[in-house]
């Protein structure tokens, strides 16, 4: 810890006030501490001492040829907080307050039909069963408290799937995106766990939030109100959600800078992705 040995007769004034012909005739003296060098904290800074007799006065500044660390938004509050922050601003401003792009395009508004919704669901249930595989079947260490966080949805589809079937509903074979979907997954699963941890928490996040937001507009307009296992946890939801984060997080800060950058960059494809699966709701 760096540490500095100041003049007793260094006194804070009654007032915060210093005026300006005090501080005019100031005659600053300068001390240097010395800090073990770590990221945050550069090896030399100055603290300038001045009006002894009535304040002290404190100037921070990094020493010469050392530029100071940039700071991310919201990097204070955990990783987590950083990759939320970079999916609000891909969402539209008049969904949330960070969104900036510009749309229309209301959910209240979507045509749903039981054949489109059938397709959204197959393909989701083939992109939910390949990441579950993926954590539970991977060696790489930074899956590994990813295992069974009461987030999987692969089992609850297959069971919302049988029930149509139970009404007479033909249930369809995955489509395109949703091979698409699973297939890049696979890929990335090994050689790029930052990359697939960025899908790994917009698949899952995205489905608890805005997800179930859907499910319950579908269910109101053509399911009679029916709630699909799909949209049902065991527990309490944002626990289970704060439980992840936190692993998560802890993922997280054994990643370089660089490293997390990549994972952030990886969401407008995530978005992209699955958004081809979510079009179906439209048909």
Request: hydrophobic share 35%; proline share 4%; net charge neutral.
């Amino acid at each position: 810890m760096a540490t500095s040995r100041l003049n007793a007769s260094c006194r804070f004034p009654a007032s915060r006030r210093l005026d300006c012909e005090s501080y005019v005739s100031l005659r600053a003296k300068t001390v240097t501490i010395r800090y073990v060098r770590t990221i945050a904290a550069p090896r030399r800074h100055l603290v300038r001492r001045a009006n002894e007799d009535r304040t002290l006065v404190v100037n921070v500044v990094a020493a010469a040829g050392e530029k100071p660390e940039r700071r991310y938004p919201r990097e204070p509050n955990g990783f987590v907080e950083e990759m939320r922050f970079v999916v609000m601003k891909i969402h539209p401003r008049d969904q949330v307050k960070e969104g900036k792009s510009d749309s229309n395009d209301l959910v209240s508004t979507w045509n749903f039909t039981i054949e489109g919704y059938l397709k959204f669901l197959v393909d989701s249930k083939l992109v939910f069963e390949t990441l579950e595989r993926i954590i539970n079947e991977s060696a790489i260490q930074a899956y590994a408290g990813l295992k069974n966080t009461g987030l999987e949805r692969a089992e609850n589809l297959s069971r919302d799937l049988e029930w149509f079937k139970e009404q007479g509903y033909e249930i369809p074979e995955s489509m395109v995106p949703g091979k698409a979907y699973s297939q890049y997954l696979k890929n990335i699963a090994e050689k790029d766990p930052p990359a697939f941890i960025c899908h790994f928490y917009n698949i899952n996040f995205a489905h608890s939030a805005g997800g179930r937001m859907i499910g319950t507009k579908v269910a109101e307009k053509i399911l009679d109100k029916k709630e699909l296992e799909f949209y049902k946890w065991d527990g309490q939801l944002s626990e289970l959600l704060q439980n992840v984060s936190e692993e998560l997080n802890k993922v997280a800060e054994l990643w370089t800078r660089e490293e997390k950058n990549h994972c952030l960059e990886e969401t407008e494809k995530s978005f992209k992705f699955y958004w081809e699966i979510f079009r179906y709701l439209l048909s």
